[in-house]
């Protein structure tokens, strides 16, 4: 009785943290592409599991208005803002062998020479 209990407990603590990331096995990526005034895809991605991604672009020129778009299939998530220098960032669950495309604008601003930081993080298994 006290073992099966025991062995329930652990098994559902397991279980319940699958979705905690895990270091181990992060992946970190950079690159650099240039900026434009559409909205254009400057990175392809895809999962090597199930996890999240941390992208982030180092807007070093002053512009208007910049947006940072993460994009699967019809499914979009953006961050954007106005004026000044910032570093956009958008974070999000990702699923193994998914394809997710990131695209980048501004108004306002000249094109620039720009770099990416691309992290991540797959869940406990």
């Known amino acids: 009785?006290?073992?099966?209990?025991?062995?329930?407990?652990?098994?559902?603590?397991?279980?319940?943290h699958k979705?905690?990331?895990?270091?181990?096995?992060?992946?970190?990526q950079t690159g650099k592409f240039t900026s434009s005034v559409s909205n254009d895809t400057f990175l392809t991605?895809?999962?090597p599991s199930d996890?999240?991604?941390?992208?982030?672009?180092?807007q070093d020129t002053a512009v208007e208005y910049v947006m940072l778009t993460m994009r699967r299939g019809t499914l979009?998530?953006?961050?954007?803002?106005?004026?000044?220098?910032?570093w956009p960032v958008v974070t999000s669950p990702v699923r193994k062998g998914e394809e997710y495309t990131f695209l980048y604008k501004i108004t306002g601003g000249n094109p620039?020479?720009?770099?990416?930081?691309l992290n991540f993080f797959s869940y406990l298994n």
């Open 51 to 58: 996890g999240y991604v941390v992208l982030q672009v180092a």
């Open 19 to 28: 979705s905690v990331p895990f270091y181990r096995n992060t992946v970190y």
């Open 76 to 86: 979009d998530i953006s961050q954007s803002y106005n004026g000044g220098w910032g």
């Open 112 to 117: 620039a020479q720009l770099s990416y930081h």
């Open 45 to 47: 991605y895809t999962a």
């Open 1 to 16: 009785m006290l073992k099966s209990s025991l062995q329930l407990l652990l098994v559902s603590f397991r279980g319940s």
